[in-house]
């Protein structure tokens, strides 16, 4: 699953790229982690988001606990009712430059970053939900991984060829659920000497 991943455009390039309004004042860091603004493309407009629907959580004692961001939805997983709502009236489009996942020992796992070759923006399949914990909130589709990444990990986010761009905005379900597949193009692999859990700020 998806945990970190770049994007290395502004909003107005990026709007320029996905033919939409991009949103004045957007703000988010190239890096994107779970809980904190990535930049998504819904209803005609480039704007930030939480990435991460809110999962309410209870402590031992019964307490409320801060949510967790649940930052992935599995593509079988799309019909039952947490996704359910989003997948079927809120969809969106995440432009991602790179996504990254750790390699190695635990405790000594590096960055691995995937890009789709030749491109240095694309777009993930995405769902979105307003929420009253963190506002507009967005989730990457990941669906099982391609061959040059499967001694990494099973499974990678949906990447949509831009014909299927207002198919997946825009299109019934069915049609949106049939675009969950296994990208078939090659990928640009960087295997980095970067810890994986290297500070945010760094």
């Excluded at 033919?19 to 998504?40: D, H, K, S």
């Excluded at 990494?152 to 299927?164: E, F, G, Q």
Aim: with cysteine; charged share 20%; net charge neutral.
């Amino acid at each position: 699953m998806c945990n970190l991943y770049k994007l290395r455009a502004m909003v107005a390039e990026t709007a320029q790229l996905f033919r939409v309004t991009g949103a004045q004042g957007a703000n988010f860091g190239e890096e994107i982690y779970p809980g904190y603004p990535g930049l998504v493309v819904a209803q005609g407009v480039a704007r930030t988001m939480t990435w991460g629907f809110p999962l309410s959580l209870t402590g031992k004692q019964g307490q409320k606990l801060k949510p967790r961001p649940v930052n992935n939805a599995r593509e079988d997983k799309l019909h039952t009712a947490f996704w359910r709502d989003s997948f079927v009236k809120r969809r969106c489009l995440i432009p991602v430059s790179a996504w990254a996942e750790a390699e190695g020992e635990k405790g000594r796992m590096t960055r691995t970053w995937y890009a789709l070759a030749g491109a240095d923006v694309f777009a993930v399949a995405g769902v979105w939900r307003p929420t009253a914990e963190w506002g507009e909130a967005y989730s990457m589709v990941m669906v099982d991984g391609c061959a040059q990444m499967a001694d990494v990990h099973d499974r990678m986010p949906v990447v949509l060829p831009p014909s299927a761009w207002s198919m997946w905005l825009e299109g019934t379900p069915e049609q949106a659920f049939a675009l969950c597949q296994t990208c078939p193009h090659d990928l640009a692999v960087d295997r980095t000497p970067e810890p994986w859990a290297k500070p945010r700020g760094a």
